[in-house]
């Protein structure tokens, strides 16, 4: 059994290596999943989920009552961006047009994490390229009757993660799919991983699966994220690429951004050149 930090300063998991330590450490807890007896190793992070929703709303509650000048607005895409005029000042972004709106929203800078659509704002607006990929996930809940505890599975192979959503209920995702930026689901990946779920886990389980979804996760070809400011446009800022980690590390990525931002220098990390959108 040894533990590492595949992100430096942003996460770390679990790895448990070997059947034996494997069942002893964790598969008893869950007796009747069968299936999970085939692996000889397991990446584990504890209290895993949040629910991202719950956390934004509270958050712009948060920030609405305690900040004067902050106001949320959700379903609001930018269009496009607006330069200063100034010779000095031509590469500075100050306002974004938002889609259907026609004020403008004046700004002294902009921090874009645009995710997997990053790509696209990039070529459009600034004529740049930014490899991120969308890698499409699949995912649903299920009921369980295995009692509750804090551990769930991942399974690399197929990108499989089973975590315990609340209690009596699995959440289910699968799955790194090359597919653009089309959200819709492909039958046959449905049926694979309820199979998938039902060999693994239990089959009557699998069977009775509700908030069938897809997401994206955005990846650029390094696996890192993509933060900073863009070269040419030094009041823009990148808070992209976060891959399937966005939840763990988007607290720490934000953090570096602010730091950016406001200090012109990072302390979350030693040395922010590694995520900056230059190395593109
Ligand atoms: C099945 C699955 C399971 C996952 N599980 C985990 C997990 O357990 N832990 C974890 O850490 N991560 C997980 N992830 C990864 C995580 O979901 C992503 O890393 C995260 O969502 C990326 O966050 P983001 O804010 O960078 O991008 P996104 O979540 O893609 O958000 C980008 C937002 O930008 C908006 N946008 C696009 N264009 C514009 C525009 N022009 N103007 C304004 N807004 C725009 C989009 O509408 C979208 O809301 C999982 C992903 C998948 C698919």
Not at 8 to 26: H, M, P, R
Not at 30 to 53: D, H, I, M, W
Not at 265 to 275: E, F, G, I, L, N
Request: with cysteine; net charge positive.
């Amino acid at each position: 059994m040894s533990t590492y930090k595949p992100f430096s300063d942003f996460s770390q998991e679990e790895v448990i290596v070997g059947s034996d330590a494997l069942k002893q450490k964790y598969l008893n807890l869950f007796p009747t999943y069968k299936g999970l007896e085939r692996y000889n190793l397991a990446f584990v992070q504890k209290s895993y989920t949040t629910n991202t929703r719950v956390f934004c709303e509270k958050l712009s509650e948060y920030l609405e009552t305690k900040k004067q000048n902050v106001k949320v607005k959700y379903s609001s895409e930018i269009e496009s961006f607006i330069f200063h005029q100034e010779e000095s000042k031509k590469h500075l972004v100050k306002a974004v047009k938002l889609w259907g709106k026609t004020d403008l929203v004046e700004c002294d800078a902009v921090v874009l994490c645009a995710g997997s659509f990053i790509a696209r704002l990039m070529k459009d607006n600034f004529g740049l390229s930014c490899p991120v990929v969308p890698i499409k996930g699949y995912s649903f809940d299920m009921p369980t009757k295995v009692p509750f505890h804090d551990v769930h599975f991942q399974f690399k192979s197929e990108a499989f993660v089973a975590t315990y959503l609340k209690e009596g209920v699995w959440r289910v995702a699968a799955f790194g799919d090359v597919a653009g930026q089309d959200k819709s689901f492909d039958p046959r990946r449905v049926r694979y991983l309820k199979n998938m779920v039902a060999d693994l886990m239990d089959p009557s389980e699998a069977h009775s699966y509700v908030n069938l979804n897809t997401c994206l996760r955005p990846t650029p070809p390094d696996d890192v994220p993509i933060i900073g400011p863009l070269k040419r446009y030094p009041n823009v800022f990148l808070n992209a690429g976060h891959a399937g980690r966005g939840t763990t590390i988007g607290l720490s990525t934000s953090k570096l951004v602010s730091e950016l931002i406001m200090d012109g220098k990072a302390s979350v990390v030693a040395d922010p050149t590694p995520y900056s959108p230059r190395r593109f």
